[in-house]
């Protein structure tokens, strides 16, 4: 009976996953006339490295630092240190990826051979820190609303469920018109209430919203869906539960404090577990709305894979980055799982 | 791939950007081109006071530069020119390559093999820099150009001009009928310069029938054939003859100014199948330096990006 | 204290009349059962007392306040349920003081509270447990501990022990009796077992789909059921009901004789046929006879029987023990 189950299981998770761990060691090419060759930890040293490099501003003959037209100090360029230079070997061909600024004026500048790697990470990062919390708590919200017995209630639900049966890819086509800078729905919108006094925004066009923007549709698109999981515990709830604590004296908050969130304790698990894949595997949205840009302000893990992977033809580095989002995604649901163990 | 043996008699008068040579040997032929101009009204110019660039003597980039800034300023339009950010992919460095070649510059230096000096150069970088002054000074919509408004764009009034392919012309031609100009790419230093494009016939390396096929791909290149090709898809013909067979590209037809931009201009894309990769990285740094990167760390990575793709595939050899 | 008075209450449930009109005292310190057929209404009125469901009409008083639109928290009562409706989230502890923590009770005095309650209960051993750890007798008392904390004038009880296997259910009973005679308050109790309605209440309201057919104690109504819902409802083995030649002897449309009130007897009379069936009980014996002209009619015969199946069976009864009706009710004049 296990035996299909076990066998679907192997070919299409297990060998994969072996295969992507495998190829990540490599320098695999998607096609190549030239044998493949084992390189080791090269490709995730490639992603994953950084050095540091601690720039001071610039001083003229009198020892004063040099300041520009708006009175900022100048700094050399960092572009001095990577490129060409011999005394840097360390820094060579390595690209900034954020600086800090430290005392004395002087600044620290991270610097790493795979800017784009890093930004992807941070932003899925960020994307599943903002998305899971705020798509779970608005999915709870309105599963509490509408698990009343109300007439009509049903259609409610359905409303609230409709955008998950559209594809990721349409809703994300829908809603880049509802982004749109000029004419969009939101900035129409927006005008409207404002009474023209809103000046219209490039959402997805503007390196400030448009990790933002991608992020409200994905909470939108997939809301629905976690509200019917939390809709299915609520319903496990007895009406004798909350009756005793209407006996009891329970305010609304109280109900919901003591009866209602307690027993979602498993719901909660599985709806958290489930996000977080899901916000670790932000892709469509990113390849029909923004493909990363701009700036690289919405670059995610799997968009990247995907980008080396098939489009450069690296099978290899898309592979690392496969295998980084598991061990990733594997951590933290272990990490998920002892937070919300059973403590006796 | 194979090359193909065919009788070079037979490929007298193609137009360059339909053969695909590489080491010396063919290895690829098209049965049509494509080209690339800068759509224009002629009203619209005028009105603005604005010479109308020649295939002899196209726009400078100052001319160009002014000529956009002119139309800017007229306030008739969103923007001056639509450069078709919206279409991602093949068409950025297809359509945008040229224009660093025509800079001096280069996605990938053939002669050495490396993107280094050629993409990040100093015509690299100024290209980079004229490049990102068109967004800077909102003379041209962005990377989030909306599809529909790339499409309807120009006809509609949006844009007073816009940098597309001969396949959008017969749509502008009825919109405009006389009115319609297809003006030739400006000369940024090094000659005026437009991609050339087709989807060529090969055969593969491992055929067992390549005589045949060779044979095969001899027939289909025949100009009564190319010009009933071009007649159902409305590509440009690659030869003078096939192109005075069908209405549209020959002498007087509405198209035949792109026959010229493709004879004159077309310049080939870096030859080599590291064009790719390549292709990818070079679409990624026009967009950030769009989006305001700076612009000479932009080239850098790109250029590290394609050397390092080139290196992993030993060179492409 | 804990007088509850529901004056011409009425309930439907959108066109189903559930509950027509109904008043009825509940005396205060009485332990009154609620007592009918399955869907007649009687966790219905429970829950209307409790304010879990709203009256359609009439006034619900406890201890001379109005308390007809008020919450239930507000109504000093506790409930209950049939399925006990523990958290099984909290320990035995914090469900008893749910109550307390949901006033804000201070966490000392909540602990002194809880230990009272576990007292009587004798829960002391189990308060750190979780419901899922306890048998169904203990989470019985847990839930009526849960009930006591916050000394409710009135309890409202939904078939408590419904779930419970027969022996727990005769030990629980006793100590419901015991629990009422110690804290004295109104216990308002809901069951369709008619030993629980005899053995606990002191005073019986039968139901019958929403109409009261008879209050009293369980000897009036054992004694004298005003109608024949009642004579049949009350009592078990249920009491012989005969018509026809023998009721028109009496002057009435139905007669009733008990069981216990059926003797055997040696010479053949009015009710003559054989024995179908015999219950041996130990104590005393029943023996269902087929009678000629009547259906089956039961008999209750102290001690052991040296009678089979089949034999013929002759059956009188004194006249002082017969109950007549017509047209469903009693009739008390005499004859
Ligand atoms: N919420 C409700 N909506 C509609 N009808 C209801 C509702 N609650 C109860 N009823 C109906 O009211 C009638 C009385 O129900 P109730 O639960 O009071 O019966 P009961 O006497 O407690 O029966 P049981 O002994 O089976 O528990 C039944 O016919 C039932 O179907
Ligand atoms: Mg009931």
Redesign the interface.
């Known amino acids: 009976m296990a035996l299909p189950a076990c066998l679907l299981v192997f070919t299409f998770l297990i060998l994969p996953f072996f295969m992507a761990f495998g190829l990540s060691l490599t320098?695999q090419?998607l096609v190549?006339p030239?044998p493949t060759e084992f390189v080791g930890l090269d490709n995730f040293k490639k992603m994953l490295g950084v050095s540091f490099l601690i720039i001071e501003p610039e001083m003229d003959e009198a020892g004063h630092i040099k300041l520009d037209n708006e009175g900022n100090p100048i700094y050399p360029r960092?572009?001095n240190f990577?490129?060409n230079q011999e005394d840097f070997p360390q820094f060579y061909?390595k690209?900034?990826w954020f600086q800090l600024g430290l005392q004395d004026g002087k600044v620290l500048v991270v610097l790493s051979q795979d800017?784009v790697f890093l930004k992807a990470l941070a932003n899925t990062m960020l994307f599943a820190l903002v998305v899971c919390p705020v798509q779970a708590g608005l999915a709870l919200f309105l599963a509490l609303l509408i698990n009343q017995p109300l007439r009509g209630i049903n259609i409610f639900r359905t409303i609230y469920f409709a955008p998950v049966v559209i594809s990721m890819v349409v809703v994300s086509m829908l809603w880049?018109?509802i982004y749109?800078?000029?004419n969009g729905l939101l900035n129409t919108l927006m005008q409207m209430f404002s009474f023209g006094l809103f000046e219209p925004i490039?959402w997805?066009?503007n390196?400030s919203t448009a990790l933002p923007a991608i992020m409200a549709m994905s909470v939108w698109q997939g809301v629905g869906f976690h509200m019917v999981i939390w809709l299915s515990g609520l319903q496990t709830i007895p009406l004798s539960h909350y009756e005793v604590a209407r006996i009891e004296g329970a305010t609304r908050w109280q109900t919901f404090r003591y009866v209602t969130w307690p027993s979602l304790r498993n719901t909660a698990i599985l709806v958290m577990v489930i996000i977080t894949m899901q916000a670790f595997t932000l892709y469509p949205q990113i390849q029909v709305m923004t493909?990363?840009?701009?700036?690289?302000s919405t670059q995610s893990l799997v968009f990247q894979a995907v980008?080396r992977g098939y489009?450069?033809?690296?099978i290899s580095g898309g592979s690392a980055i496969s295998v980084i989002l598991f061990l990733l995604v594997l951590s933290i649901s272990l990490f998920q799982r002892y937070l919300t163990r059973e403590k006796n | 791939m194979a090359p193909l043996s065919i009788d070079e008699s037979k490929l007298d008068g193609f137009l360059p950007g339909a053969l695909g040579r590489w080491n010396g040997e063919l290895y690829a032929v098209g049965l049509w081109d494509a080209a690339c101009a800068i759509f224009a009204r002629k009203s619209v110019l005028e009105a603005n006071g604005i010479r109308i660039p020649t295939l002899d003597n196209p726009w400078n980039q100052e001319e160009f530069d002014a000529a956009l800034v002119t139309l800017q300023g007229s306030g008739d339009f969103?923007y001056a020119l639509d450069l078709g950010m919206a279409w991602?992919g093949e068409w950025y460095p297809y359509a945008f390559g040229p224009f660093l070649q025509s800079f001096g510059g280069d996605i990938i230096n053939v002669e050495t093999n490396m993107a280094n000096d050629a993409l990040n150069g100093d015509a690299g970088i100024a290209f980079g820099e004229f490049w990102q002054s068109l967004f800077a000074r909102d003379l041209v919509p962005?990377?989030?150009q909306?599809g529909a408004d790339r499409e309807t764009g120009f006809i509609e009034g949006q844009y007073a001009l816009q940098w597309n392919g001969n396949w959008a012309a017969l749509p502008a031609l009825d919109a405009f009928g006389d009115d319609m100009l297809f003006l030739p790419a400006p000369d940024f230093g090094t000659g005026p310069k437009i991609g050339a494009a087709s989807w060529q016939f090969g055969i593969s390396a491992t055929s067992e029938h390549k005589d045949g096929a060779s044979a095969f791909i001899e027939f289909a290149i025949q100009d009564k054939y190319l010009s009933a090709f071009s007649q159902g898809i409305g590509l440009i013909p690659p030869t003078a003859e096939a192109s005075a067979m069908t209405p549209n590209y020959s002498a007087g037809g509405p198209l035949e100014v792109f026959y010229g931009l493709s004879n004159e201009q077309a310049t080939l894309r870096a030859v080599t199948p590291a064009y790719?990769?390549a292709g990818?990285?070079f679409e990624?740094a026009m967009?950030?330096i769009a989006?305001?990167?700076d612009v000479?760390?932009t080239l850098?990575?790109a250029a590290?990006e394609i050397d390092a793709?080139i290196d992993?595939?030993?060179g492409y050899q | 204290m804990g007088q509850v008075i529901l004056k011409s209450v009425q309930k439907k449930f959108g066109d189903l009349e559930v509950i027509p009109n109904l008043s009825l005292i509940i005396p205060k310190g009485s332990f009154t059962v609620l007592v009918g057929p399955s869907g007649c209404g009687k966790s219905t009125i429970l829950r209307l007392i409790a304010g879990l469901e709203d009256a359609t009409g009439g006034e619900i008083i406890i201890d001379d306040i109005d308390v007809t639109h008020l919450e239930p928290s507000k109504r000093k009562i506790a409930m209950v349920f049939q399925s006990y409706a523990l958290y099984p989230h909290m320990t035995v502890a914090e469900n008893i003081g749910f109550g307390l923590t949901l006033a804000k009770v201070s966490k000392k005095d909540i602990q002194k509270r809880v230990s009272e309650v576990a007292k009587i209960l004798q829960l002391e051993k189990l308060l750190q447990r979780k419901p899922k750890q306890l048998s169904g007798g203990q989470r019985q008392r847990v839930a009526i501990g849960r009930a006591i904390t916050r000394n409710p004038k009135v309890f409202l009880f939904d078939e408590p022990l419904s779930n419970l296997d027969a022996s727990l259910r005769g030990q629980m009973r006793v100590e419901l009796t015991e629990l009422h005679a110690q804290i004295k308050a109104t216990m308002v109790y809901v069951t369709h077992d008619q030993v629980e309605a005899m053995t606990m209440a002191d005073q019986i309201v039968v139901l019958n789909q929403g109409v009261i057919e008879q209050v009293g104690t369980p000897m009036d109504l054992y004694d004298f059921p005003d109608s024949l819902f009642v004579a049949r409802f009350i009592g078990s083995p249920k009491m012989n009901i005969m018509e026809g030649e023998i009721a028109e002897k009496y002057f009435c449309q139905k007669l009733g004789v008990r069981p216990e009130h059926m003797e055997i007897s040696k010479e053949e009379g009015l009710l003559n046929g054989s024995i179908r069936h015999i219950e041996k009980l130990g104590a005393d014996t029943l023996v269902y006879s087929e009678i000629k002209g009547y259906d089956t009619i039961t008999a209750r015969v102290v001690g052991n029987l040296e009678m089979k199946i089949g034999d013929t069976i002759h059956l009188r009864f004194d006249k002082k023990h017969v109950h007549r009706f017509s047209n469903g009710n009693r009739l008390n004049t005499q004859f």
């Not at chain 1, 493909?291 to 690289?296: A, K, S």
């Not at chain 1, 489009?311 to 690296?314: A, G, H, L, Y």
């Open positions: 320098n090419r190549s030239n960092v572009r990577t490129r061909k690209r900034e800017v880049r018109f749109d800078g000029q490039d997805l066009g390196t493909r990363g840009g701009p700036l690289d980008i489009e450069k033809q690296d | 969103e991602t962005g990377t989030s909306d790719v990769v990818k990285v990624k967009a950030d989006n305001g990167a000479a760390d850098d990575t590290d793709d992993q595939n030993s």
